[in-house]
């Protein structure tokens, strides 16, 4: 009998996939790698995921379309690796009489240590001054500010959130937490406010939330009147939790000072995206979670969860 095949369309997992064979073997699956950068179209998911009885998803669109798809052919059950669950419609899934689960929990320090790099860099402009030296021979040394006795505005206070909330308040800062869901955590002292009040106040804003209608656009052209002029904004969130249109103007006017992004609206980042011209931003490529301990942690439980799922648990 012809074991499950699943199919795996997640980079970071991708990236490793030759270490994740035996795990596979052992449940009793095999694997298809998909060829992929960041995403697959819409498209390319209709040609491929109909043909797996299990989906190890990145941040693929699985739309009703595609599950519907997926639900004629082999489909039988998808584990969404990683946090996010923006782009699964888990309503098709569920609808469907498809099992599917994501993987919570699982990143909160290692995308804390990326926001907290990345808001370092900004305050201190050390990537603008690598830059300089490295491609224009020069010699920079640019006044950056210190993290100490600096407030933050941070805005999502989950496992990310409170992870760079600690990570902050090591360095000195203060934090203003932003969630309607807050829950304090023991050790993690913060001040917390509805958005967007006291923006004013920050000198640094930091995006850790989830995207949902609620977030989507929260940065757009109506806060930027709110904003401390010279603020520096940092998200390892969800590209569209930033209107790019208001961070633009926004970075035009001055009123920010520079952005650190490691997710867009539109990934990957176009070779003609006028954020480009901004020499004091910091980019990075929707890569907040991937390092190699989580990718292995992570892609072990997303195996695991498919194999319990199609009753091939070893």
Same mark, same amino acid.
């Given at each position: 009998?012809?074991?499950?095949?699943?199919?795996?369309?997640?980079?970071?997992?991708?990236?490793?996939?030759?270490?994740?064979?035996?795990?596979?073997?052992?449940?009793?699956?095999?694997?298809?790698?998909?060829?992929?950068?960041?995403?697959? &179209?819409?498209?390319?998911?209709?040609?491929?995921?109909?043909?797996?009885?299990?989906?190890?998803?990145?941040?693929?669109?699985?739309?009703?379309?595609?599950?519907?798809?997926?639900?004629?052919?082999?489909?039988?059950?998808?584990?969404?690796?990683?946090?996010?669950?923006?782009?699964?419609?888990?309503?098709?899934?569920? $609808?469907?009489?498809?099992?599917?689960?994501?993987?919570?929990?699982?990143?909160?320090?290692?995308?804390?240590?990326?926001?907290?790099? *990345?808001?370092?860099?900004?305050?201190?402009?050390? *990537?603008?001054?690598?830059?300089?030296?490295?491609?224009?021979?020069?010699?920079?040394?640019?006044?950056?500010? %210190?993290?100490?006795?600096?407030?933050?505005?941070?805005?999502?206070?989950?496992?990310?959130? %409170?992870?760079?909330?600690?990570?902050?308040?090591? !360095?000195?800062?203060?934090?203003?937490? *932003?969630?309607?869901? *807050?829950?304090? +955590?023991?050790?993690?002292?913060?001040?917390?406010?509805?958005?967007?009040?006291?923006? $004013?106040?920050?000198?640094?804003?930091?995006?850790? !939330?989830?995207?949902?209608?609620?977030?989507?656009?929260?940065?757009?052209?109506?806060?930027?009147?709110?904003?401390?002029?010279? +603020?520096?904004?940092?998200?390892?969130?969800?590209?569209?939790?930033?209107?790019?249109?208001?961070?633009?103007?926004?970075?035009?006017?001055?009123?920010?000072?520079?952005?650190?992004?490691?997710?867009?609206?539109?990934?990957?980042?176009?070779?003609?995206?006028?954020?480009?011209?901004?020499?004091?931003?910091?980019?990075?490529?929707?890569?907040?979670?991937? &390092?190699?301990?989580?990718?292995?942690?992570?892609?072990?439980?997303?195996?695991?969860?498919?194999?319990?799922?199609?009753?091939?648990?070893?």
């Amino acid at each position: 009998m012809a074991r499950p095949n699943i199919l795996v369309t997640c980079p970071p997992m991708l990236g490793l996939i030759d270490e994740f064979a035996e795990r596979f073997d052992k449940n009793g699956l095999d694997f298809t790698p998909a060829k992929v950068t960041q995403i697959l &179209s819409e498209e390319e998911l209709l040609d491929l995921v109909p043909n797996h009885e299990g989906w190890i998803i990145g941040d693929d669109p699985a739309t009703r379309r595609v599950v519907e798809a997926a639900a004629k052919g082999k489909l039988k059950a998808a584990v969404k690796w990683g946090v996010g669950v923006d782009n699964v419609d888990f309503a098709a899934f569920r $609808d469907l009489g498809l099992p599917v689960e994501n993987t919570p929990g699982v990143f909160g320090g290692e995308v804390a240590d990326v926001a907290l790099t *990345y808001l370092l860099g900004l305050a201190r402009e050390t *990537y603008f001054i690598d830059r300089d030296i490295r491609f224009n021979n020069g010699w920079p040394k640019p006044s950056g500010i %210190s993290v100490a006795g600096r407030t933050v505005a941070l805005v999502g206070f989950g496992d990310i959130g %409170s992870q760079t909330a600690k990570r902050i308040i090591a !360095c000195g800062g203060k934090v203003i937490a *932003y969630d309607p869901m *807050y829950k304090p +955590v023991a050790g993690i002292d913060v001040e917390t406010a509805p958005w967007p009040a006291r923006l $004013d106040e920050a000198d640094f804003l930091v995006f850790t !939330c989830p995207l949902n209608p609620a977030t989507k656009h929260m940065f757009n052209r109506d806060i930027i009147g709110k904003l401390k002029p010279g +603020v520096r904004v940092v998200n390892v969130a969800r590209g569209p939790v930033i209107e790019e249109a208001a961070l633009l103007d926004a970075l035009e006017k001055g009123v920010v000072h520079s952005a650190a992004l490691d997710v867009f609206e539109v990934e990957p980042l176009a070779p003609d995206n006028p954020l480009r011209k901004f020499d004091r931003c910091i980019f990075g490529s929707h890569n907040g979670s991937n &390092s190699a301990d989580a990718v292995r942690r992570v892609s072990h439980i997303a195996i695991e969860k498919i194999a319990r799922f199609l009753g091939k648990a070893a």
